[in-house]
């Protein structure tokens, strides 16, 4: 089993930033590709980020693609995502994912194993 569970989230204002982190238990979080993914009231979940199990691969979503950047540091089994110039748009619950002992990056929900509970991000206008 593992469990992730996401803390970072909050309310900013739009140009603002905010820093989600995501803490993975277990031994295989290094083996592991993760994503985050986010959903909005009446959408579907869709993909943000997802990182490959060393940090040498990523893949972006074109809506966020310069904006924010995804990183792991598997020493402390966490995965983070940093949110730059945030848009009204943004606003979402933002789940972290992991694809248990599988090494390379997925974009689609099916893809993953596990799921954190969501941490809710707010952008003002």
């Known amino acids: 089993q593992v469990q992730l569970v996401e803390s970072g989230g909050g309310l900013v204002q739009a140009g603002g930033s905010l820093r989600l982190s995501c803490a993975a238990s277990?031994?295989?979080?290094?083996?592991?590709?993760m994503g985050w993914f986010r959903q909005a009231p009446g959408k579907e979940r869709e993909i943000v980020a997802s990182?490959?199990?060393?940090?040498?691969?990523?893949y972006y979503a074109d809506s966020v693609k310069g904006r924010f950047t995804i990183s792991r540091d598997n020493a402390k089994n966490t995965v983070y995502l940093q949110m730059n110039s945030l848009k009204p748009e943004d606003t979402a619950v933002y789940y972290c994912?992991?694809?248990?002992?599988?090494?390379?990056?997925?974009?689609?929900?099916?893809?993953?194993?596990?799921w954190g509970q969501g941490t809710q991000v707010t952008v003002s206008s």
């Open positions: 994912a992991a694809r248990l002992i599988r090494p390379l990056i997925a974009t689609m929900t099916s893809g993953y194993d596990y």
């Open positions: 990182i490959n199990w060393n940090g040498g691969q990523f």
């Open positions: 277990g031994r295989t979080f290094s083996s592991s590709a």
